[in-house]
């Protein structure tokens, strides 16, 4: 089962911040926090990742809170082709580690 | 740097036969990973392969369903005596091996089973 809570969708308009929380409150030290983004029926896209410290790319930024339990994905100016599902994962560094892939946030980008 | 090849894009095969759907890691990447999505559906894992050995299958149907990836060329997810529920979108993803470095995943294979 996903380890995240996600809102099951929101809307942001376009040109504005979208800002894509997410919960994970039984979050154990060694593990990682990933973003990744499935837009219609695409394959999912990698978005970002980190540990404890905020992370910044050329897509978004992601910032973890300091006790870990939740952390929330920026997209800084969202376009219309930011429409998507986007999905919060926590994820071990073991060998045996895999990506469980929860039911995501539907992002809607108004013009 | 070609991405994660998947093939066919699209497969349609009528109950009762096989499907076999390949799937290319990145170059340099050795793990695998396959997932399915039902229509209307979330990602669901179903297996993770390395070289020549099954890491972890368990998601993957107990009946029908099989996966490799020898030691060369792709990974191969065939369904046998396919049935209309299988009809899916299959996607492939692979990664070097360590968690920190993510995964890239495929443009998937959508199965219609008529």
């Known amino acids: 089962d996903a380890k995240t809570t996600q809102p099951t969708s929101m809307d942001c308009a376009e040109g504005r911040a979208a800002n894509l929380p997410c919960n994970h409150s039984t979050i154990s030290g060694n593990e990682y926090v990933y973003w990744y983004r499935q837009i219609h029926s695409q394959g999912p896209q990698y978005i970002i990742h980190?540990?404890?410290n905020n992370e910044t790319n050329e897509m978004a930024s992601l910032i973890i809170t300091e006790d870990r339990k939740s952390s929330t994905l920026i997209l800084p100016h969202a376009t219309l082709r930011d429409t998507a599902v986007y999905y919060c994962?926590?994820?071990?560094?073991?060998?045996?580690?895999?990506?469980?892939f929860g039911k995501g946030t539907r992002l809607h980008i108004l013009p | 740097n070609a991405g994660v090849m998947q093939n066919p894009r699209h497969l349609v095969r009528r109950r009762g036969q096989e499907a076999r759907l390949r799937c290319s890691p990145m170059?340099?990447?050795?793990?695998v990973y396959w997932y399915r999505q039902l229509p209307e559906e979330g990602l669901k894992f179903m297996v993770y392969l390395q070289k020549e050995n099954i890491i972890d299958e368990s998601g993957m149907p107990k009946e029908r369903f099989s996966a490799e990836f020898p030691k060369e060329g792709p990974s191969i997810l065939r369904i046998q005596q396919v049935v209309r529920g299988d009809s899916a979108a299959y996607f492939c993803?692979?990664?070097?091996?360590?968690?920190?470095?993510?995964?890239?995943f495929g443009s998937g294979t959508r199965l219609t089973v008529v």
């Open positions: 980190g540990l404890k």
């Open positions: 170059k340099g990447h050795s793990h």
């Open positions: 993803a692979s990664s070097q091996g360590r968690a920190n470095y993510g995964y890239t």
């Open positions: 994962i926590v994820m071990g560094k073991g060998r045996d580690d895999k990506i469980i």
